[in-house]
């Protein structure tokens, strides 16, 4: 039967689109735009609380780099990354640091005092940008001893951490005090050389304010106009070092993705990655092998991708999703192809994502794809996905046994899944699981 509709329009578009990316996604190595739209895009991911978009690393990342560029411009674009990824260890906390201006106010939540170590743990894994990991450790550091977490002093703080705190708290007091000017912000910085900022900070931020900045901050503070300035800054960046961008592989920043997707509800954490090897399982037993076997490991660390957008009153509800609550969750499928496509290199994993919510008899969506018409990839990240869901805890069910988990899936094929691949995990788990 031929797709027609919203669908077929949008299958067309994707499969024009990914035969422009398949090229990046074989080699799995980066170059700096590729880069560049990964970072900006899961520092979107980050910033995404309670149904608004608070584009707080952009312009922290805009801020620390401005002001870099006025005393090292040679670090200037890692201090631009360090912006962007300073909050990934927030994953898992409801509450963002921005939402918290004042320090004391940051000390009532455990989660929020530790998350710059959360988040250097994670950076320090991506091959080729550990480099930033102390600076984002200290972020949150005053030089006389009373910032979080190990309350360090003075030199002890990195000049670069220093740089970070003064465009995280240009981007809070911005947001929490209306009509705020340039001359209050600058004012605000200066009452606070001594405690939270060193006296040579304050040097560069006067310095800077001597300048003709008028237009700078129109375009930081001017929210519909970051996206352009965000641009502006990664077409400009010179290119990362060969050594470095071979390192940075496509597959480590994915994997980086997974982690914050799955923080955000409390029974998913490590959840894409076992979507991740279980889709690989049911890949190769299907003979899957090469570009393909990888696009769909991919694909899987980022099937959850749209429900960033995804209220946590959903996400976490006990009990089953009212009319409306699942309408809202429904549209997690179409906010993750729209995120994959804000990187060029990815394009062709949307569809393997996108539509791992589709049935097998057509009932599922976005787009009530049928049978066949279903790529291969999301068809199996889609059994990959249930098995997972089946065996691990949730908010409103137990972990269940691999018995059980067979017996859901007989019932599931030809209706939800394809017979054949149901066929392969049946026979997988009992081999692997049910025979030990």
Wanted: hydrophobic share 40%.
């Amino acid at each position: 039967m031929e797709h027609t509709g919203i669908g077929a329009l949008r299958t067309k578009r994707l499969k024009k689109k990914c035969k422009d990316s398949t090229t990046y996604l074989m080699t799995g190595k980066m170059n700096n735009s590729t880069l560049n739209q990964l970072l900006a895009t899961l520092s979107l991911i980050i910033d995404y609380q309670g149904g608004e978009q608070l584009y707080h690393a952009w312009r922290v990342a805009i801020v620390a780099k401005y002001v870099c560029d006025e005393i090292s411009p040679a670090e200037s674009q890692w201090l631009f990354y360090a912006g962007l990824l300073h909050d990934v260890g927030i994953t898992g906390i409801e509450s963002h640091p921005a939402r918290y201006p004042e320090l004391e106010e940051s000390h009532l939540s455990y989660w929020l005092r530790y998350h710059p170590v959360i988040g250097a743990n994670i950076v320090e894994k991506i091959p080729g940008l550990s480099r930033v990991a102390p600076w984002i450790r200290d972020h949150h550091e005053w030089i006389n001893g009373k910032g979080f977490p190990a309350h360090k002093r003075e030199q002890s703080i990195h000049v670069n951490s220093q740089i970070l705190r003064v465009a995280d708290d240009y981007d809070l007091r911005f947001r929490t005090r209306a009509g705020l000017t340039r001359s209050d912000m600058y004012e605000y910085f200066r009452s606070h050389v001594g405690t939270e900022f060193s006296p040579h900070m304050w040097d560069v931020l006067r310095r800077l304010n001597s300048k003709d900045m008028g237009l700078f901050f129109f375009e930081v503070n001017d929210e519909s106009r970051l996206p352009y300035k965000l641009k502006e800054i990664m077409h400009d960046l010179p290119a990362i070092d060969g050594t470095v961008s071979e390192d940075v592989s496509i597959d480590v920043i994915l994997r980086v993705f997974g982690i914050v997707i799955d923080a955000r509800h409390h029974y998913t954490a490590g959840h894409s990655e076992r979507v991740r090897e279980y889709s690989m399982i049911l890949s190769k037993r299907l003979g899957i092998k090469g570009h393909e076997l990888k696009s769909i490991a991919r694909a899987a660390y980022l099937h959850d991708l749209g429900k960033i957008a995804t209220p946590l009153s959903i996400l976490n509800k006990a009990g089953p999703l009212n009319k409306s609550e699942w309408k809202t969750m429904r549209r997690h499928t179409i906010y993750t192809m729209e995120l994959i496509d804000a990187v060029e290199a990815l394009w062709e994993l949307g569809p393997l994502a996108g539509y791992s919510q589709e049935r097998y008899d057509g009932t599922g969506y976005p787009d009530g794809l049928k049978g066949s018409a279903i790529p291969m990839g999301a068809r199996i990240i889609a059994v990959a996905d249930a098995i997972d869901a089946i065996k691990t805890r949730r908010s409103y069910k137990r972990a269940l046994s691999w018995r059980v988990v067979v017996r859901e899936l007989k019932k599931s094929s030809g209706s939800m899944y394809d017979p054949e691949i149901i066929d392969h995990a049946i026979d997988y788990i009992t081999e692997e699981k049910l025979a030990l």
